[in-house]
């Protein structure tokens, strides 16, 4: 996996979509991306390419931000890890909310 990230980490330096971006662009990018990926789970169809290429988008502005993708999930795991909630109605309360 850490090889693949490199790889495109670096497909990113190599069109000039580090420093020729922002991460306000590549934030727009996501949301297309994740546009496509509603769609096709609407429609029922494949969904791996629409998550694969929000993970690039994502691995965009970790790069830039010099982070990776590890430390974020980490830091969203260590912000995860302990909460306690249910799911009602297809949204997660926390534990302790109303």
Same mark, same amino acid.
């Given at each position: 996996?850490?090889?693949?990230? &490199? =790889?495109?980490?670096?497909? #990113? #330096?190599?069109?000039?979509?580090?420093?020729?971006?922002?991460?306000? *662009?590549?934030?727009? =990018?996501?949301?297309?991306?994740?546009?496509?990926?509603?769609?096709?789970?609407? =429609?029922?169809? $494949?969904?791996?390419? *629409? !998550?694969?290429?929000?993970?690039?988008?994502?691995?965009? !502005?970790?790069?830039?931000?010099?982070?990776?993708? /590890?430390?974020?999930?980490?830091?969203?795991?260590? $912000?995860?890890?302990?909460? =306690?909630?249910?799911?009602?109605?297809? !949204?997660?309360? &926390? /534990?302790?909310?109303?």
């Amino acid at each position: 996996m850490n090889e693949l990230i &490199k =790889k495109v980490a670096q497909w #990113h #330096h190599d069109r000039n979509l580090i420093e020729g971006a922002s991460d306000k *662009d590549q934030f727009c =990018k996501l949301i297309q991306e994740a546009g496509e990926l509603s769609d096709n789970i609407c =429609k029922g169809k $494949d969904i791996s390419d *629409d !998550i694969g290429d929000m993970i690039v988008v994502l691995i965009n !502005i970790a790069e830039r931000n010099n982070l990776t993708l /590890e430390e974020c999930l980490e830091r969203a795991w260590d $912000d995860i890890k302990d909460r =306690k909630g249910k799911m009602v109605d297809g !949204i997660f309360i &926390k /534990e302790g909310d109303s």
